[in-house]
């Protein structure tokens, strides 16, 4: 595949977490606890991809590599717990505004761990994301909205631990089989939940019942896909243009919204998406230019 098109992958990737609050959402509406939607989630989002995984190519694996996938996946259970803690003292826009400083914060990581200056131009559609998120968030229309420093905390938790997945996404383990590694990521993500939640009332079959249409298709699309779909795409792409990419997740979000829960959105909610959009096109078109630039020179090197 072209490298565009495993950007791509990892933009659905985004997109299938901005899928995830608005159907956390309907669940608490049907009084489900958090312990018992973040525990369903994560609980059948790993049968699901274990039992694909099972009919897919595998690799035979040391113990030592195992428990190296295992930690692996810790990110990406902390990110629902984090990001569900900073729900319960925010306004859902304001606890989407702190994750979504992974944006900025994968950069940084780039640059910390890589060694990778940013450039101008990433610089510039991370600013054209930042200032999308607030105006999607619907921040600037709405002065009802109270910052807990608890929810702060909990929010800038989940942005960094959801940074730290994607970049684990695309370096650990590169040549194991995308299924097989996304099933055990998520067996790390389970073990996480389990003993940080400890949701013991999910196990109660009358709640194992009510709970399933919300928990697999959570589970789908917070736990199964979107390791599977980082697994396939994050290696042949930079890391810090998979964090530009996977800032899919807030529009999708904002639309969702409309939709499923009749939720109002104003003009400058919209601005904010088409300025998200616009990052993200921006950042796609940085890396179509890097790429051509290595190109030439390599021509030029080999002549």
Same mark, same amino acid.
């Given at each position: 595949?072209?490298?565009? *098109? ?14 995830? #609050? ?18 369903? *989630?994560?609980?059948?989002? %790993? ?6 995984? =099972? ?6 694996? %040391? ?35 702190? =994750? ?46 109270? !910052? ?15 940074? #730290?997945?994607?970049?684990?996404? /695309? ?14 990521? #998520?067996?790390?993500?389970? !073990? ?40 396939? /795409? ?13 800032? #899919? ?8 919204? %409309? ?9 400058? *909610? ?7 959009? /616009? ?25």
């Amino acid at each position: 595949m072209k490298t565009w *098109q495993y950007a791509f992958i990892v933009l659905l990737g985004g997109c299938c977490y901005g899928a995830l #609050s608005t159907f956390v959402k309907l669940a608490y509406a049907a009084g489900f606890t958090v312990e018992v939607v973040t525990g369903s *989630q994560y609980f059948l989002g %790993t049968l699901l991809i274990w039992t694909v995984a =099972l009919f897919s190519k595998r690799k035979k694996l %040391t113990l030592g590599k195992i428990g190296k996938l295992l930690l692996s996946g810790i990110p990406l259970g902390l990110t629902g717990v984090f990001y569900y803690h900073s729900l319960q003292t925010l306004h859902a826009s304001l606890a989407i505004i702190f =994750l979504f400083q992974f944006v900025w914060i994968g950069t940084f990581f780039e640059w910390f761990f890589y060694k990778k200056i940013p450039t101008i131009g990433k610089i510039g559609s991370i600013g054209i994301l930042i200032l999308g998120s607030i105006l999607a968030a619907g921040v600037l229309v709405e002065d009802n909205r109270v !910052i807990t420093w608890q929810g702060a905390v909990w929010g800038l938790l989940s942005a960094v631990s959801y940074t #730290s997945f994607i970049f684990l996404s /695309g370096t650990v383990e590169k040549d194991l089989p995308p299924v097989q590694k996304s099933a055990i990521f #998520s067996t790390g993500g389970l !073990i996480t939940v389990f003993i940080m939640f400890q949701p013991t009332e999910l196990f109660h079959l009358p709640v194992l019942i009510g709970i399933a249409p919300y928990g697999l298709f959570l589970g789908l699309l917070g736990v199964a896909l979107p390791p599977l779909l980082f697994s396939i /795409g994050m290696r042949y792409i930079e890391p810090g243009l998979g964090t530009i990419l996977t800032a #899919s997740e807030l529009p999708i979000a904002v639309i969702l919204s %409309t939709l499923f829960l009749a939720e109002h959105v104003s003009i400058s *909610q919209w601005l904010g998406v088409v300025l998200i959009l /616009g990052g993200i096109a921006a950042g796609n078109v940085n890396l179509s230019k890097a790429k051509i630039k290595s190109h030439s020179l390599e021509k030029e090197s080999v002549s």
